[in-house]
């Protein structure tokens, strides 16, 4: 089967094909069980292959082309999330708006969490799984967008300083600008869904306030969006004592890594420990990641397959 797909801004077709056409070459390979052949062609992409596999092609070209029309920057995760959503096409993938850029899932889990983050049933939810997978940089995207269209008054964002082999003692500073390092992936993801600007407008007004787990000791977190980062670094009473920071007309998302845990040895975590005893609360919601969802290099998720295989293999 051969079919002819055209942009409907033919300005995008380069950017649709990718430099040296690796778009094309990527989407090729994820449909290769549909021996799919992609060519750029008379101002558009031809499409050659098994039927199911050029009618998939159509749909992620397109939906990648709607990812480029936003951002000409989207690049490889843009389309391999455009893929994803073809292949499930049944499942509704929600759209962060308001927001520097539009934010699309780009796989069915990421969907899945965007759905528990955005709708009111769950005011506490669990995203864990590797890094990579954007379970940190969704939750602050999702709380920026719920700060923009005003749900919320406040987007407090913590996560433990906890020394992963380095010594906070010996670094420059106050306690803040110590901890500084580790809250710059969050000042990363502010930027990039508010702009710099409008990030820090934000956070000198307190409006958006990132701080480590020890400031949120004694608070309580009315209207605001909560994000506990990096949780698995969190110890039990730690962890107890943030979801018991939750206020009125609040919500609260808890990341981490089970694997990637750097507490000293025989220091239980207090994210383990939370999702085994709140696993089937009414009100709490859960997505687990693998190595399928992340959308960094793609051999990042080689990598994580890697380990954890070799991790099978110990407790055998």
Known sequence: MTRLWQPNDPSLLAYVCG???????????????????????????????????????????????????????AGVGALEGAIEQARAPAQHFVTLTGLKVPIRPQT?????????????????????GPAGTGKTFLAVAAGAAALRNKEVSRLVIT??????????????????????????????????????????????????????????????????FVIMDEAQNATVAQMKMVLTRLGRDSRMVVTGDPGQVDLPAGQPSGLAHALRILDGVAGIGKTVFTADDVRRHALVSRIIRAYDADAGRDKS
């Open 159 to 224: 996560r433990p300083a906890v020394e992963a082999g380095e010594n906070l003692g010996f670094l420059p500073g106050d306690l803040e600008e110590k901890v500084e390092p580790y809250l710059r992936p969050i000042w990363d993801a502010l930027n990039e869904t508010l702009g710099a600007d409008q990030a820090l407008r934000l956070r000198e007004k307190q409006i958006i306030e990132v701080a480590p787990l020890a400031f949120m000791r004694g608070r309580t977190l009315k209207q605001a």
């Open 108 to 128: 069915p889990r990421q969907a899945n969490y965007l759905n528990l983050l955005t709708e009111q049933r769950h005011d506490l939810v669990f995203g864990v």
């Open 19 to 73: 430099p040296n056409h690796m778009h094309l070459l990527l989407l090729e390979e994820a449909l290769s069980a549909g021996q799919l052949s992609a060519e750029s062609q008379g101002g558009g992409i031809s499409l050659s292959g098994s039927a199911e596999a050029v009618s998939l092609a159509q749909v992620a070209l397109s939906a990648f082309e709607s990812a480029l029309a936003h951002n000409v920057e």
